[in-house]
């Protein structure tokens, strides 16, 4: 039972485009979401999040949106950068219980 | 520390011995948990330690793993007669205060049980 779905294993933007990261959800108790990203060999890092009462919450080159209505969040990167190639994943939780559920993760690859 | 610190990084057992992964949290940390990732998924959540008290292992998949915290920093996730399906990154996370919206990961131990 996959809480949480990244569809697309692998992205690949050329360096200076937009990179869109799609994630769905199908638990409708999430009522927060994050974005972690992380490079070979390390643990993920923390990158954006967005609470339920929003739609949007924007940090520099990165945005994340949530449609609420189709269970589904994305995140925008722009421009892509050749440092932003790494595998993301997207987590949700429902805040009274303290735990992440994980999507599969996508792997971005931003060409030069 | 600087970060989360976790060893051994690499660990190769073999089946039906027994493991122990140490998590070494940002110091102060009020908050730690212990994820289990295989190879091609996202990590799955294993147990939640709020200072030494453990307040959820919902996720640990059978009773050969057991993971403590008795002082309230330093963790050890343990494993009882490994099986092949144990094999995966373990990874541990912190963080500050009584929920997990800043978690902070450490770099995780390799567990491949042959």
């Known amino acids: 039972d996959q809480q949480v779905k990244q569809n697309s294993p692998s992205l690949s933007v050329q360096e200076g485009r937009i990179s869109i990261l799609n994630c769905d959800y199908t638990?409708?108790?999430?009522?927060?979401f994050l974005w972690y990203k992380k490079y070979p060999a390390e643990g993920p890092t923390f990158l954006i999040s967005?609470?339920?009462?929003?739609d949007k919450n924007e940090d520099g080159r990165f945005t994340v949106f949530l449609n609420k209505s189709a269970k589904h969040l994305s995140l925008h990167i722009v421009p892509s950068q050749p440092g932003d190639s790494a595998v993301y994943f997207c987590?949700?939780?429902?805040?009274?219980?303290?735990?992440?559920?994980f999507g599969q993760g996508t792997r971005l690859t931003i060409n030069p | 520390g600087a970060g989360v610190s976790q060893s051994p990084r690499y660990k190769v057992a073999k089946r039906g011995q027994d493991v122990a992964l140490r998590c070494d949290p940002i110091?102060?940390?009020?908050?730690l948990f212990w994820y289990q990732q295989a190879l091609g998924q996202g990590p799955e959540f294993l147990t939640y330690f709020q200072n030494e008290a453990q307040l959820d292992k919902s996720g640990l998949p059978s009773d050969r793993f057991f993971a403590e915290r008795p002082e309230g920093s330093v963790s050890t996730l343990k494993i009882q007669r490994t099986q092949q399906e144990d094999s995966a990154v373990y990874l541990c996370?912190?963080?500050?205060?009584?929920?997990?919206?800043?978690?902070?990961f450490g770099s995780g131990t390799q567990l491949s049980v042959l």
């Open positions: 110091s102060g940390h009020v908050s």
């Open positions: 638990n409708s108790m999430f009522d927060y």
């Open positions: 987590a949700a939780m429902d805040q009274g219980a303290q735990k992440l559920v």
């Open positions: 996370a912190s963080s500050l205060g009584n929920t997990n919206e800043k978690l902070f």
């Open positions: 967005i609470s339920s009462i929003k």
